[in-house]
């Protein structure tokens, strides 16, 4: 029994540590109490961010604000102003957010915003709220009724020439905008295959959106906007190495090389019209894709879209440039449903580290119970069998008979 509770526990121990930790990643759900410890974390990583002086809180807090808004970086400014209360201390943060949540217009970020910006200089505060376009006014004006958009004249019509022929459709489609023509997708074919692949990640990317672009159905139009994403991220060189091999892994596994290359080989030759050379090699993207490697793809893709939503599309550039894999960018989704905009300015003072604040607990559950229950009980199983063991192999001594009176 003794050699068979030492082999079993270990097992037992490492069995509980591994899934204690495995709830302790990022949350895969978007709960509510998941968003809520999130944000809580984001408050207390801001408030040790200020520094431990009440006097010099305020100062410190001014000075992250106007260098900001000196570096035209307005999503971390609005991520700095929002964070006011936190980093503000006791007595200014409760004046910041009593003010907030007296407001009533705007959105609660706004509220927050113009609420902080009485803790700055009348200058600065004014150069903030040119720079954010903050409205002046709580009064809604409703938007009139849009004319008629006037026929394209020659000029107009010859610049959105590309666009047209790229998709032969009748009408300007926003998501060739963002992708690109046919056209490009075939000249970076020709460069893949000749052994050009310093931009590969982009080249399939394109690829894999202008086949989805002709369904449409949301989930589509989300993942061209995350294409769209990760080309300026590329563009911008504002992906980090890490991250670049994971985006390389997933675009392969959805368009496998030993499939794609010889389609396109076959796609590209011969002589043929731009029009036809397009068509073609999107064909042979179409026919080269691996459902299951795209459905990986695409989840990924809906995290970028989603941070984009909650955020904007240079915030998440911001976040991008520190995510290194799958469980990065689904901290960094996490950050942005909890903070918004705070996520941005966390991640400017914190680097990568920052993201970790969206990790979560050890999750205390039925079956972590038991397995702690178990692991004490075959703990203390162990050292009866021990004591057992060593009191037969070392009995205690018989005491010496006492001498006897007459």
């Keep these: 029994m003794f050699n068979s509770l030492l082999i079993l526990l270990p097992v037992i121990g490492a069995n509980t540590v591994r899934k204690a930790y495995e709830g302790a990643g990022v949350a895969e759900s978007t709960s509510i ?11 207390r990583e801001f408030r040790q961010l200020a520094p431990k002086e009440e006097n010099r809180k305020l100062p410190f807090w001014q000075d992250k ?7 035209k970086d307005t999503d971390a400014l609005r991520g700095y102003l929002i964070a006011a209360p936190a980093m503000l201390g006791n007595e200014l943060g409760k004046q910041v957010r009593a003010r907030a949540e007296a407001e009533t217009r705007g959105s609660a970020d706004d509220r927050y915003i113009r609420a902080a910006l009485q803790q700055l200089p009348e200058t600065i505060a004014r150069s903030i709220e040119y720079e954010l376009g903050l409205p002046e006014s709580p009064v809604e ?10 026929a394209p004249s020659d000029a107009a019509a010859e610049d959105l020439g590309e666009v047209l022929e790229a998709g032969a459709r009748p009408e300007l489609d926003w998501r060739f905008k963002l992708l690109g023509s046919y056209a490009d997708l075939a000249t970076m074919s020709q ?19 202008l086949v989805q672009q002709g369904i449409s159905d949301g989930l589509s139009d989300a993942n061209i906007r995350a294409v769209s994403i990760v080309k300026s991220a590329s563009r911008s060189k504002r992906r980090t190495p890490q991250f670049t091999d994971y985006l390389d892994s997933l675009t392969g596994a959805a368009v496998p090389r030993d499939v794609l290359a010889p389609a396109l080989e076959e796609a590209l030759a011969g002589f043929n019209t731009t029009d036809v050379r397009g068509m073609r090699v999107l064909r042979a993207f179409e026919q ?22 909650l955020t904007s599309p240079t915030a998440t550039l911001t976040l991008l440039s520190v995510v290194q894999d799958g469980t990065d960018l689904r901290r960094a989704r996490m950050l942005a449903e909890a903070g918004g905009m705070q996520a941005v300015a966390l991640v400017k003072e914190r680097g990568n580290e920052g993201l970790r604040v969206a990790d979560a ?13 178990s692991l004490t009980a075959a703990g203390m199983l162990l050292f009866w069998v021990a004591l057992s063991t060593l009191r037969i192999y070392f009995p205690r001594k018989p005491g010496k008979a006492e001498p006897q009176g007459i």
């Design 288 to 309: 080269s894709i691996d459902p299951a490697g795209l459905a990986r793809l695409e989840a990924e893709l809906e995290q970028i879209d989603k941070i984009a939503t």
């Design 141 to 150: 004006v409703p938007e009139p009724e849009a004319p008629p958009e006037p």
């Design 65 to 71: 604000v106007q260098g900001a808004l000196e570096d």
């Design 33 to 43: 109490d998941a968003i809520r410890q999130t944000t809580d974390r984001l408050d």
């Design 361 to 373: 607990g050890v999750s205390w559950n039925t079956s972590m119970v038991l397995e702690i229950m």
């Design 191 to 209: 460069r893949w295959i000749g052994g050009d692949y310093s931009d590969a990640i982009v080249f399939k990317l394109t690829g894999i959106g």
